[in-house]
């Protein structure tokens, strides 16, 4: 079946640092692809998406490439803030709606000051 | 528009006990979803939903019944509670031709 592998974390930088946080996946056929991130007591929320091949998401500074070749959907920002802190999930879906998402472990990022 | 609201944020059952985990969406999405989150595993689907009446199952359907008899409502029940239930639940809804889940705030569930 789909599966989705992330970078293991945590991570921890400095701010103003140069941020990538690695996603593989397995599947058949094109899933659409998506970043979701989790601030501290909430719930998710969608970063970024990329629905086919060389598509690239971006949001809020962060950005991703759909890598067919390499089944990769690296998540990358080039100047993190504090306020970035939060846990990043891929996560992908085959279905319209973008239900029956299947997600990675999560990449819980820290950035300090 | 409140989005998707869910209810309660937090609770605490004994082993055996019942109950119901609350999720309404004000946004007339077809599509609603429970996922559980467990530490280290990401958030894994339980019960899917892509309208009124209809329904199925995710990857852990087990221990846990869905109805959807209305468009904005899909609350998920808890039969009889077991400790590897101990999760964060969280409900998910969806319109058709997007591709964008709107997430609730999750319920924090401690079965002793």
């Known amino acids: 079946g789909d599966s989705v592998t992330q970078m293991e974390g945590p991570v921890t930088l400095s701010e103003e640092a140069f941020l990538t946080i690695n996603c593989t996946y397995t599947?058949?056929?094109?899933?659409?692809l998506f970043w979701y991130v989790q601030y501290p007591g909430e719930g998710l929320q969608l970063l970024l998406k990329?629905?086919?091949?060389?598509d690239k998401g971006s949001n809020k500074g962060f950005e991703a490439t759909y890598r067919k070749e390499t089944t990769s959907f690296h998540l990358e920002k080039g100047s993190v803030q504090v306020s970035d802190s939060a846990v990043y999930f891929c996560?992908?879906?085959?279905?319209?709606?973008?239900?029956?998402?299947?997600f990675g472990q999560g990449t819980r990022l820290t950035i300090n000051p | 528009n409140a989005g998707v609201t869910q209810t309660p944020k937090f609770q605490v059952l004994k082993t055996g006990q019942s109950m119901t985990l609350q999720c309404a969406q004000d946004m007339n999405h077809e599509y609603m979803s429970w996922y559980r989150q467990d530490p280290g595993m990401g958030l894994r689907l339980i019960h899917y939903?892509?309208?009124?009446?209809?329904?199925d199952q995710g990857e852990v359907p087990n221990g846990y019944n869905v109805s959807r008899s209305t468009t904005e409502d899909f609350p998920l029940r808890l039969l009889s509670a077991a400790p590897s239930q101990t999760s964060v639940y969280f409900c998910?809804?969806?319109?058709?031709?997007?591709?964008?889940?709107?997430f609730g705030p999750g319920t924090r569930l401690t079965v002793l």
């Open positions: 990329a629905t086919k091949a060389d």
């Open positions: 996560a992908l879906s085959h279905f319209q709606g973008a239900q029956k998402l299947v």
């Open positions: 599947a058949t056929g094109y899933p659409s």
């Open positions: 998910a809804s969806s319109g058709a031709g997007t591709d964008t889940q709107y």
């Open positions: 939903s892509v309208g009124a009446g209809i329904t």
